[in-house]
């Protein structure tokens, strides 16, 4: 058995505006129907495989149960990384915590946002890598080039890849210059490093009381520290702290010796900027790929999606652009310019746009909200409430509700008393009035909700209760 | 005194998303912060003119009151054509209407869609034109060409124009190719025709009689037989059908010969597409523009527009590009493909999407709604009465609705119940029930309404009474 380990921490900017900080690109359908960490999961699942070992970040813990749970896929360990400190405490803090149970473990270390169209292909590479993994291996997989890539680090072999076999790796090379990829891409012992591991927790272990030992005191006290929390492992802030921020690359493959590689030459994309999700949404005969309500009229090379039903995206004789569209924020850019999309995101930071960080779907532990509409003195809001979840039991200092069910059955508290709403029936929350909403059914509830009152902002809450012990 | 004679009939699909059949380019703030009919309106306006006669199809007829008293104007009367048949019959119309009380009253007739940013020197133009108006010719105002525009009709001169001058005209010149409009530009005796005419009443009717006899009877009936409706005057329908479909300058002006012209260099736009509105937008250094929150990163001869407040557009990196982004459509089009820009009304129209010719924003006599979310069971519209005005007593089968005052005050009759609801307080609405809502204040009254039911189409409604004469 084989345990994913899936790193699903990163926040990145280069897919702006349908990945942002609140919402990283991992959680989103960029190619597909399946969100890439669903993706991700699904790939390493199976008879070979045990259930995921997730390592996040706290914002994001509730998403990755409940997109497991939309996959049908059984939720392993979910590991809470109190900050970001990079790949290298995070691969140990899975190592440390699978070795507690079984040091022989292994474990296929993986990013949660990359595409790999071919999941029993990739399947059959990972089988292929475990019989070295099992002999003390640290076995990545590593990615046949098709072009003079410069935003890829490579992997020399010591011999040219045979497909299925493990090759050992002589060095790690950083993402090299236009001549320097272009020799890489001629020869025939260099692949693209895709950040894939496959090797047992000891060995990791042991690679890095080798090559990192400053890490393990820290990450191991995260680790022994850690605190259970509605089936959630939150590593111990203070001890996390103290741990190095710095890549698995750095920290470790650069300088073990123990290393072998397996070729995957099926298809992959690491989606890192909206040139590749271009690419990799099959553009037709003349370059145009579209998605959700979007309409090209004699263009080129192009890309046009809109991420919204009601929202019609038209180009009209485009050459090398991308266009993005969501309700709240359209991203119009030279196909060239990809790599420079966290250019919007810093500029709309500049001038306190919330668009820069925020999705206009808020997730809750509870399921979501969006706003509507917001103006000065009153606010609408859609919230969905998944069956069996609740709102915190709260209160505000400045404003009233109403709450208008239209789908399912709300079971609402207003300080004494309870009731059951269905659908087309409302409630009054006066201001101060302690309360709360359930969804007690078995579909979705969808309830509006309309606020009035001088300040409306999301902080104006008192919390009395909360099943998903948020404070 | 000159009556201004607006025409603002059109609808225009070559400033689509922001123009569209529902509500055109002239009522929209496509340049400053008035409409372009509100700018055409107040440059005609002051001691040397009479409130304007405004010719516009039944859809406009409440906009065009609403933008006139918003503007702080005068409405003088306004004509419902009963259906589009250019500019002919319309212009007859108004001289028949005017002749009724003053067949000598001179009319200053103008599109009510083009930008001239000097309004006082359009009237000083206007002023210089007057003294050949009263001796009898139909005055024209030609403006000086820029450049060797193959889009627009010229006019050649009988001599080289001189300002505050009328020359006789000496021929119409239909659009031209490029060959013809860059000897016209090179030459001093040609200017842009732009279809604004000053003559008297009278001698519009006597060039009509001769030129276009036709028409005489059609749109004498269409004006003797209108009928009074609320402050409108209804052009006949039946009548105004038997008029022929035709241009004032095909039916009239190509074969009057008591034509003079005044010539204006002042600055004029016809914005007849979104590069004339880039142009007229004022693009800075590098030819960029942007309008309302976008941003522009490297880029070129670009027009960036956010028809929204909470939507935010960045461009990267792009040349000769022109965004238009509004909350339901997003326009993106290379700026030589300004003219094709019906090539999107059309491409959506197939489609089926509504956005091909409805607005966001319906208006309507009593102010104006939007729908928030609409579900297959639910819908939320934000609902804006302006302070006096009241929607019609009317009910549904299909629906219930729960409305929310959050702004202003609300009167409410529900069958037998009439009540005020202030800020913050709501109603329910059986299906079934009969009911109306009204803005017994002096501030405009703003309503979240929350419908629910099998269907939600506004066709859904039985009106039992309404101040606008609606059926």
């Not at 969905?384 to 709300?410: C, F, K, N, Y």
């Given at each position: 058995m084989i345990t994913p380990v899936l790193l699903c921490g990163g926040s990145g900017t280069r897919l702006w505006p349908l990945s942002r900080?609140?919402?990283?690109?991992?959680?989103?359908?960029?190619?597909?129907?399946?969100t890439l960490f669903q993706a991700s999961a699904k790939r390493l699942s199976g008879p070979d495989y045990a259930p995921p070992l997730v390592l996040t970040a706290s914002d994001f813990r509730f998403i990755v149960t409940e997109q497991l749970q939309d996959a049908g896929l059984d939720p392993g360990a979910v590991l809470i990384e109190p900050?970001?400190?990079?790949t290298a405490p995070a691969i140990l803090a899975a190592a440390l915590h699978l070795a507690t149970t079984d040091p022989a473990a292994l474990m296929l270390i993986a990013p949660s946002d990359h595409v790999v169209p071919d999941a029993a292909a990739f399947r059959a590479a990972v089988a292929a890598g475990v019989p070295a993994a099992q002999a003390g291996q640290i076995v990545t997989f590593g990615i046949t080039p098709t072009h003079a890539e410069t935003a890829y680090g490579y992997l020399e072999l010591s011999a040219p890849p045979k497909d299925g076999h493990a090759t050992p790796l002589t060095r790690f090379v950083e993402k090299p210059d236009a001549a320097t990829a272009n020799v890489m891409v001629k020869a025939d012992n260099f692949l693209w490093n895709a950040g894939l591991f496959l090797c047992s927790a000891q060995t990791m272990l042991k690679a890095a009381r080798t090559?990192?030992?400053?890490?393990m005191e820290p990450v191991g006290a995260a680790v022994t520290q850690a605190k259970t929390d509605l089936g959630f492992l939150r590593l111990d802030p203070a001890a996390w702290g103290?741990?190095?921020?710095?890549?698995i690359d750095y920290a470790v493959m650069e300088q073990a010796k123990n290393l072998s590689v397996v070729p995957f030459g099926a298809g992959w994309s690491d989606l890192g900027g909206w040139d590749a999700v271009w690419r990799e949404a099959g553009p037709?005969?003349?370059g145009v790929a579209t998605t959700g309500p979007a309409t090209a009229i004699d263009c080129d090379d192009t890309l046009l999606r809109s991420e919204a039903d009601g929202l019609e995206v038209v180009g009209i004789g485009l050459k090398n652009i991308m266009a993005v569209a969501m309700p709240d924020a359209v991203l119009v850019a030279?196909?060239?310019?990809?790599?420079?999309v966290k250019l919007a995101v810093a500029a709309l930071k500049d001038k306190n746009a919330k668009q820069a960080t925020a999705f206009p779907k808020d997730h809750r532990p509870w399921g979501w909200f969006e706003t509507l509409v917001l103006a000065d003195r009153f606010q609408v809001k859609r919230i969905v409430v998944h069956p069996g979840a609740a709102l915190s039991l709260q209160s505000h200092h400045h404003r009233s509700e109403h709450w208008i069910v239209v789908e399912g059955t709300a079971r609402v508290t207003v300080d004494e008393d309870v009731k059951l709403l269905g659908e087309n029936q409302s409630v009054y929350i006066p201001l101060g009035a302690v309360h709360r909403m359930e969804n007690p059914g078995k579909v979705p509830m969808v309830l509006i909700e309309v606020q009035t009152g001088s300040y409306l902002g999301e902080d104006d809450i008192i919390r009395y209760e909360d099943i998903y012990a948020r404070e």
């Amino acid at each position: 058995m084989i345990t994913p380990v899936l790193l699903c921490g990163g926040s990145g900017t280069r897919l702006w505006p349908l990945s942002r900080k609140s919402y990283p690109k991992q959680f989103v359908p960029l190619v597909g129907d399946e969100t890439l960490f669903q993706a991700s999961a699904k790939r390493l699942s199976g008879p070979d495989y045990a259930p995921p070992l997730v390592l996040t970040a706290s914002d994001f813990r509730f998403i990755v149960t409940e997109q497991l749970q939309d996959a049908g896929l059984d939720p392993g360990a979910v590991l809470i990384e109190p900050e970001g400190r990079n790949t290298a405490p995070a691969i140990l803090a899975a190592a440390l915590h699978l070795a507690t149970t079984d040091p022989a473990a292994l474990m296929l270390i993986a990013p949660s946002d990359h595409v790999v169209p071919d999941a029993a292909a990739f399947r059959a590479a990972v089988a292929a890598g475990v019989p070295a993994a099992q002999a003390g291996q640290i076995v990545t997989f590593g990615i046949t080039p098709t072009h003079a890539e410069t935003a890829y680090g490579y992997l020399e072999l010591s011999a040219p890849p045979k497909d299925g076999h493990a090759t050992p790796l002589t060095r790690f090379v950083e993402k090299p210059d236009a001549a320097t990829a272009n020799v890489m891409v001629k020869a025939d012992n260099f692949l693209w490093n895709a950040g894939l591991f496959l090797c047992s927790a000891q060995t990791m272990l042991k690679a890095a009381r080798t090559h990192c030992p400053d890490l393990m005191e820290p990450v191991g006290a995260a680790v022994t520290q850690a605190k259970t929390d509605l089936g959630f492992l939150r590593l111990d802030p203070a001890a996390w702290g103290r741990a190095r921020d710095v890549s698995i690359d750095y920290a470790v493959m650069e300088q073990a010796k123990n290393l072998s590689v397996v070729p995957f030459g099926a298809g992959w994309s690491d989606l890192g900027g909206w040139d590749a999700v271009w690419r990799e949404a099959g553009p037709d005969a003349r370059g145009v790929a579209t998605t959700g309500p979007a309409t090209a009229i004699d263009c080129d090379d192009t890309l046009l999606r809109s991420e919204a039903d009601g929202l019609e995206v038209v180009g009209i004789g485009l050459k090398n652009i991308m266009a993005v569209a969501m309700p709240d924020a359209v991203l119009v850019a030279d196909m060239s310019r990809a790599q420079d999309v966290k250019l919007a995101v810093a500029a709309l930071k500049d001038k306190n746009a919330k668009q820069a960080t925020a999705f206009p779907k808020d997730h809750r532990p509870w399921g979501w909200f969006e706003t509507l509409v917001l103006a000065d003195r009153f606010q609408v809001k859609r919230i969905v409430v998944h069956p069996g979840a609740a709102l915190s039991l709260q209160s505000h200092h400045h404003r009233s509700e109403h709450w208008i069910v239209v789908e399912g059955t709300a079971r609402v508290t207003v300080d004494e008393d309870v009731k059951l709403l269905g659908e087309n029936q409302s409630v009054y929350i006066p201001l101060g009035a302690v309360h709360r909403m359930e969804n007690p059914g078995k579909v979705p509830m969808v309830l509006i909700e309309v606020q009035t009152g001088s300040y409306l902002g999301e902080d104006d809450i008192i919390r009395y209760e909360d099943i998903y012990a948020r404070e």
